[in-house]
T-cell receptor, first 112, second 111 residues
Framework: DADVTQTPRNRITKTGKRIMLECSQT?????MYWYRQDPGLGLRLIYY???????NKGEISDGYSVSRQAQAKFSLSLESAIPNQTALYFC???????????FGPGTRLTVL | AQRVTQPEKLLSVFKGAPVELKCNYS??????LFWYVQYSRQRLQLLLR??SRESIKGFTADLNKGETSFHLKKPFAQEEDSAMYYC?????????????FGQGTTLQVKP
């Protein structure tokens, strides 16, 4: 079954550490997205990519960077983690803008 | 500015009662709106989209451009409807759009 996977599923780290969250998909979609979910704030878009050569900032990209290594892989990095980056992070894919986004299971990140 | 507002963080109803999850939007163009749902221990998934004008799991949502609303309704709530619900607006034209999500509403259906 075509899927969206995220690794790791849980991560606890310390302030100042570099962290990479990975997303892989077997859906064959060109578009990939990174969101963070915070209670009371919903999902907010961090970065998105319409294809391997196209990467765009979302509404809350400060403190984050991404890499689209291939159509199937989209990684999110926190260069120097800080406590207010503690959140649940979701990767998603879609065939195009108007159609459904398919979400991964999420990565729970805690920055101490 | 484009915005999606879900005014209720938590909506608690009894089984069999009607449910209305509110969603208001702010958008200058012709809106494309969606409802996504996240059940406990499951992934966020699409529930319905307004362009399909469909009913999924007994839920419907009507776009009201005059009131800039896209409320999600179900006449008789079931316990399995308990979940987090997000309203989302497609922002951008053509094939360059991206979703703007509301803050989410937790629906709790009590037995």
């Amino acid at each position: 079954d075509a899927d969206v996977t995220q690794t790791p599923r849980n991560r606890i780290t310390k302030t100042g550490k570099r962290i990479m969250l990975e997303c892989s998909q077997t859906k064959g979609h060109d578009r990939m997205y990174w969101y963070r979910q915070d209670p009371g704030l919903g999902l907010r878009l961090i970065y998105y990519s319409f294809d391997v050569k196209d990467i765009n900032k979302g509404e809350i990209s400060d403190g984050y960077s991404v890499s689209r290594q291939a159509q199937a892989k989209f990684s999110l990095s926190l260069e120097s983690a800080i406590p207010n980056q503690t959140a649940l992070y979701f990767c998603a894919t879609s065939r195009d803008s108007i159609n459904e986004q398919f979400f991964g299971p999420g990565t729970r990140l805690t920055v101490l | 500015a484009q915005r999606v507002t879900q005014p209720e963080k938590l909506l608690s109803v009894f089984k069999g009662a009607p449910v209305e999850l509110k969603c208001n939007y702010s958008y200058s163009g012709s809106p494309e709106l969606f409802w996504y749902v996240q059940y406990s221990r499951q992934r966020l998934q699409l529930l319905l989209r307004h362009i399909s004008r469909e009913s999924i799991k007994g839920f419907t949502a009507d776009l009201n451009k005059g009131e800039t609303s896209f409320h999600l309704k179900k006449p008789f709530a079931q316990e399995e409807d308990s979940a987090m619900y997000y309203c989302a607006l497609l922002h951008g034209s053509g094939n360059t759009g991206k979703l703007i999500f509301g803050q989410g509403t937790t629906l709790q259906v009590k037995p």
